[in-house]
Nanobody, 130 residues
Framework: QVQLVESGGGSVLSGGSLKLSCAAS????????MGWFRQIGGGVRGGVAA???????AYAESVKGRFTISKDNAKNTLYLQMNNLKPEDSAMYYC????????????????????????WGKGTLVTISS
């Protein structure tokens, strides 16, 4: 059973930075796709950034140029570097892994759907104040 554990969330002022980490354990492969998603309260969960088995990345328009997704295969850890944070970035951030072979853009767009990403973490809370 794959487990994903997020960390690195917290409260920062607008303009600040945070780096989220997602440690994967259980059966994982360096070629698995992974992504970050976020959800505000009980709202819809949406894709933030994703990477696929070919190393391609995809980002939501609202975070392009500010967020960077990366993966350390040796450590089985996914990262999300978030710079120039804005109050609208406040959300619960979830890490997810994909074993279905979606491309990065597919994972970003459809990963939060019912038959999207295969495994999910429990989330880490990010709060940005102005």
């Amino acid at each position: 059973q794959v487990q994903l554990v997020e960390s690195g969330g917290g409260s920062v002022l607008s303009g600040g930075s945070l780096k989220l980490s997602c440690a994967a354990s259980g059966y994982t492969s360096s070629r698995d796709g992974m992504g970050w998603f976020r959800q505000i309260g009980g709202g819809v969960r949406g894709g933030v950034a994703a990477t696929d088995s070919d190393g391609r990345t995809a980002y939501a328009e609202s975070v392009k140029g500010r967020f960077t997704i990366s993966k350390d295969n040796a450590k089985n850890t996914l990262y999300l570097q978030m710079n120039n944070l804005k109050p609208e970035d406040s959300a619960m951030y979830y890490c997810a892994a994909d074993y279905s072979g979606m491309t990065a853009i597919q994972a970003l767009t459809y990963g939060a759907y019912e038959y999207g990403m295969t495994y999910w973490g429990k989330g880490t809370l990010v709060t940005i104040s102005s």
